[in-house]
């Protein structure tokens, strides 16, 4: 599940590069790494876009689980080891 949080995490920091650059510069990233003009879209543009957002929806669902799958675990002492 870590892979899939950091891939969400990734794929969120793109997207949100991506419009940051659309509302400063008029810049479509996305679309000028798959040839377009900016305003243009075809099926891989979309699919880009649409793993974009499901991303933050997953991010979002698991707000609450993500700190506790990331949080390092307990280290317990063996008897053994405290000599």
């Known amino acids: ?3 899939l ?19 400063l510069a008029q810049f479509d990233l996305v679309a000028t790494l798959f040839g377009l003009e900016f305003g243009e879209t075809n099926a891989l543009t979309r699919i880009v876009y649409g ?3 499901l991303s ?3 991010l979002v669902s698991q707000l609450r ?3 506790r799958r990331w949080a390092a675990p307990a280290r317990t002492t063996s008897p053994a080891m405290t000599s």
């Open 1 to 3: 599940m870590k892979k």
């Open 5 to 23: 949080d950091v891939l969400a995490a990734t794929l969120l920091v793109v997207g949100g590069l991506n419009w940051g650059l659309v509302a």
């Open 51 to 53: 793993l974009v957002g």
């Open 56 to 58: 933050a929806v997953y």
């Open 65 to 67: 689980v993500i700190p």
